[in-house]
């Protein structure tokens, strides 16, 4: 995907392994500051192999962690200023309702980083959003800035922005060996790269490449259902292209969450799936698909028959995605604790993308050895024991 002007050289100021969402905006930061960037992806893009593809994700505001609706109002600046640099629309705003019983924890603390006052019973829910129903003593808030990035045309949007920096773009081209040092050589499956600086942003993959170099993450990957139900009823659910999205936090029957995002990708179709996945290779991930059991078909049934009634309750299409899971489900942005020139950006545990401009940020400045724009005390790798000195 290098342009044809571009030479196929060697010597760079920083490489970024991964070219998924958090990699593509690490490199168009570190481009946008004039540093000569490579960025390597595996696979022939476009390709729906990691974490980062598809139409839509949810955008919100609504974190029950303070650290991360912090970071919230510049990322929805960033996306902004990457829809003016590109005049491509990314963002489509339809607010979000959190769902749970009244008083637990998360949905309070979201209600209070969101500065809402108001809490919406099952009769305020149904009058304002038709298709949902709240069961009884339940209640919803109401996230009016969310809505939803359309993720596909993110990512190339936040690539074409990259090379027109000047930044280069090699997809097809598999890393096999990373060698540290005051400069980094990375052999791929078509050349040896060498940079004094390095940084791994390599979805369900990056466990593999930082074993290489003596650290042992708790990482671990997880193939994603992502199911769409159709209306039963084209049209009567109140379920269309002007929705709300939704989250569901502390249900008992929904332990991990569920989400939804109105009919975008498939016209009549709602997209409802269960924050949760099964364990996997990356590598056999579309085999293990075909094959593997599907727990959480039973939960989104059960769920969308109690809430969201104008559902049909078995999916009319299903995919598959990837999320890299931490124990904490905390990202990783840190310095390798040996190699201080080699960045680490992993563990998005499904909730990474929304934040991606702000990520990109981050670790571009850590790769520069600037401090910080944000706290980063709930993103180290030292909060992980015994990392350190695996083969």
Sequence with gaps: MAAPSQPHKSTYDVIVIGAGIQGSFTA????QRHQDTLLLEQFLLPHARGSSHGQSRIIRSAYPQEYYSRMMPESFRLWQ???AETGTTLYRQTGLVLLGP????????CRRNLGVD????AAALAQRFPGFRLQAGQVAVLDSTAGVLFADRALRAVQEVFRRHGGTLRDGEKVLRIEPGATVTVTTTAGVYKAPRLIITAGAWTGAFVEQLGLRLPLQPLRIDVCYWREKQPGSAGLGSVSPCFLTLGLSQAPHGIYGLPSIEYPGLMKVCHHHGSPTDPEKRDQAASSAPRPDIAVLSSFISSYLPGLETQPAVMETCLYTNTPDEDFILDQHPKFSNIIIGAGFSGHGFKLAPVVGKLLCELSLGEEPSHNMAH???TRFPGVLGAA
Excluded: R
């Design 379 to 381: 993103f180290a790798i």
């Design 118 to 121: 108001k809490v919406l019973d």
């Design 81 to 83: 200023q990457l829809e």
């Design 28 to 31: 168009y930061h570190l481009a």
């Design 102 to 109: 009244p008083g637990e924890p998360e949905l309070e603390a």
